[in-house]
């Protein structure tokens, strides 16, 4: 038989690509590995004994939706909601609000803007339980800062802040509100890349600096302000560190959240109704997702 | 009126940068000026300097409370699975952002993805993972659960790294006879070194503070890191201002050192290739 020219180059091509393939698939298969083991796998086994009773030593026994009943029953989770209703709130209105403003004054390029970038960073890289209790006793009724301050103006003032009620709700968002850098850094990026021809023809066009940042800059990086929202609600969602060091939770149920109930849960060993903690996180989540991408429109182009 | 506008305006802008830096740097300062005071002067006058400089509570972490252990156990356990994950992660976006397959985006996809998952609604298949393979209470199950971590996040910068080296570069490599593994390994990873620095920097913060699994899966000294020992701050010695004030500081500041010498770099791969993709 004889192979015509044309064949041989494309067969040796097609044994290259396959080796190519073979190569690829390699590449990634680290990747996948951590995916299914950490991801894939954790959230299937989350889901499907979300309706089972578990201890983890014997096997699950699938009881319907009875966990979740008992969740939505649960005084304490229903504690969680509402501070994750009003943390949601707060977050993507002072905590988005202030890092856009800083990204919209860093924009101009002020006199330490380097700096104040740089700085504004730094809450971030520190431990979040180190944060929790640098807070603890920044706002400590004894030697903290605060109190201290508030003392020269009215010598009475005694507040533990993290164990009064309901002190203790504020005292908890007061260790994050304003630390918005990775919504300033998003917004601010977005900003950079606006084409300064759009500016120009702003200004030929007798647009105000005010006007050009509220009609144009703005709606122009709202992708990336919808982006900080997610960003700052998941975090809400999965707040645990701040609260289990400094109140616990309490007083009362006054600041439970959700990685509260579910990490208790998992200390009595009742894996069951711990996933159906997880699968609620999960779900609000998504819906936020869901949500943020609708009002945001941040599937249409920009440009 | 114009002029009195502009006033008004850098008035405005001045409040808010200061007031930036103050509530960013202020509470740390105060600890690491705490730290060097003495019980009696913290409580009597929290805005006092210190009379004295000293690194006596300080030694006494070192040598009292086995801080060693915790820093070695924290230095050991972040550099590993820093390490691992950036070359995995290195591998797959490397790929991903050169490469044509079935399946690349989908992988990429549910790669990134992993970024809305909670990390605590993860936590008993992975306790119960680490209890199967026999890890519990070890060094090695940290390693192996940071591994994880930034998963979408490294995705994100490395992809768009990648794809930021011209493919001519490759094509001119493998016609002098580079195979796939030298195209990747010669050509592309020095190229990527920016943005590999800032996906490990990124990492490496991340798991330097992680808590919440390191409290859960380790229980005893020799195997914990510096900021489970928050946990035992809050708790036994919340009395001793001084110490725990400066274990504070053995946990917060070895973070910002590390983000202060990479700062430049961290700041512009994520503005501009961005958490968004």
Known sequence: MVISKKEKTHKIKKINSKKKLFWIYLFILPSLIIFITFYLVPIITVFFTSFTKWDGFNSPQFVGIKNYIKLFKNDAFLISLKNLIAWSVLAMTVHVGFGTLVAFILYKKPFGWKFTRTVFMIPNVISVAAWAMIYKFFFHNDIGILNNLIRFVNPSFNVKWFYQSPYAFWAITLTWVFYAVVVTLIVLGDLMAIPSDIHEAAKIDGAS??????????????????????????????????????????????????????????????????????????????????IVNKVFRMNDSIY | MNKTKKILSKIFTYVVIVFTIIVSTFPIIWVIISSFKTNGEILSSPFSLPSSINFDAYMYLFEKYDFLTYAINSILITSVATLGSLIIYALGAYVIAKYDFPGKNLFYVLFTLTLLVPAHSRTQPIFSLIMKLNLYNTREALM???????????????????????????????????????????????????????????????NWNEYYYASLLTTSTQNRTLPVVMLLFNEAFSYDYTLTFAALVIVALPGIIIYSIAQEQVQESLASSGIKG
């Open chain 1, 209 to 290: 600096s005010w006007q050009t940042t509220l009609k144009i800059n703005l709606p122009l990086c709202r992708n990336a302000i919808g982006t900080g929202v997610i960003c700052s609600v998941t975090a809400r969602i999965a707040m645990y560190e701040s609260i289990i060091l400094t109140t616990a939770g309490g007083p009362g149920d006054d600041t439970m959240n959700i990685p509260v109930i579910l990490v208790n849960s998992l200390l009595d060993y009742r894996y069951g109704y711990a996933n159906t903690s997880g699968v609620i996180m999960f779900v609000i989540g998504m819906i936020t997702l869901l």
């Open chain 2, 144 to 206: 192996l659960v940071y591994l994880s971590g930034g998963m979408a996040m490294s995705m994100f910068i490395l992809k768009s790294t990648f794809m930021a080296i011209p493919k001519s570069f490759d094509e001119a490599a493998s016609i002098e006879g580079a195979g796939f593994f030298k195209v990747f390994y010669k050509i592309n990873l020095p190229l990527a070194k920016n943005g590999l620095l800032t996906a490990g920097v990124l990492m490496f913060l991340a």
